[in-house]
């Protein structure tokens, strides 16, 4: 069975500071992606890692995925409120659909 | 524009009657797929869709029903529903050829009382 997990689950941080989400999957998918979420609206798609070192960067966001040892990080720097959002790794992405972690619940606070 | 197309966005009804939530999606997309969220367990996947005709059971499908006669439409059939079945339902779709992610609809939030 397929398992995805985040650490930690909910976080809360000070604007300016840096941090890390991390993304741990069970199996050797080469497909890893995250997903933001604001409260009460859908699943925006932010990066699509499909392969061993894959880096991906977005403004102050950037993933990467080691499949050797099934991690996905995603880094916050100098993080700005407008940040603030559930975030969300998956993994799989076939056609047999995603398999998601429970979500980073992530708070900056001014 | 491309989108994945859910209705109703938001319903509330008895338990036991019968509901089906719509999704159809204007992308061509041969995979479709069926995810409730409820607070604290994240998305987990109900049904999903390869092709026409071809339906396949995910990590949490009892009580719930879907079909795939036309490549567009894969609805989401709730036969009896019970106040466990309260949560927020999103479909999702993707193009075979492509590695991209799957597109989300907008949700429906179902409340069985």
């Known amino acids: 069975e397929l398992k995805v997990e985040q650490n930690p689950l909910f976080l809360s941080m000070q604007e300016g500071k840096n941090y890390t989400i991390y993304c741990n999957y069970s199996?050797?998918?080469?497909?890893l992606y995250w997903y933001r979420q604001d409260p009460g609206k859908s699943l925006e798609s932010l990066f699509v890692l499909l392969s061993n070192g894959a880096v991906k960067q977005e403004g102050r966001l950037m993933a990467s995925l080691d499949t050797k040892a099934r991690l996905s990080t995603l880094h916050i720097t100098a993080a700005v409120h407008d940040l603030s959002a559930t975030y969300f790794c998956?993994?799989?992405?076939?056609?047999?659909?995603?398999?998601f972690g429970k979500g980073t619940h992530l708070i900056i606070q001014p | 524009e491309a989108q994945v197309t859910q209705n109703p966005r938001y319903l509330i009804t008895v338990t036991g009657k019968k509901l089906t939530v719509t999704c159809s999606q204007n992308?061509?997309?041969?995979?479709m797929s069926w995810y409730r969220q409820d607070p604290g367990l994240g998305l987990r996947q109900i049904y999903y869709s390869m092709n026409v005709e071809v339906t396949d059971k995910g990590d949490v499908p009892e009580g719930y029903k879907v079909s795939r006669k036309e490549k567009r439409n894969f609805p989401l059939i709730l036969e009896s529903p019970s106040p466990n079945q309260t949560s927020l339902y999103f479909c999702a779709s993707r193009n075979a050829g492509t590695p991209y992610g799957y597109t989300f609809g907008s949700g429906t939030r179902l409340t069985v009382v």
């Open positions: 998956a993994s799989g992405g076939g056609a047999d659909g995603l398999t």
């Open positions: 199996t050797t998918s080469d497909r």
């Open positions: 992308m061509n997309h041969e995979y």
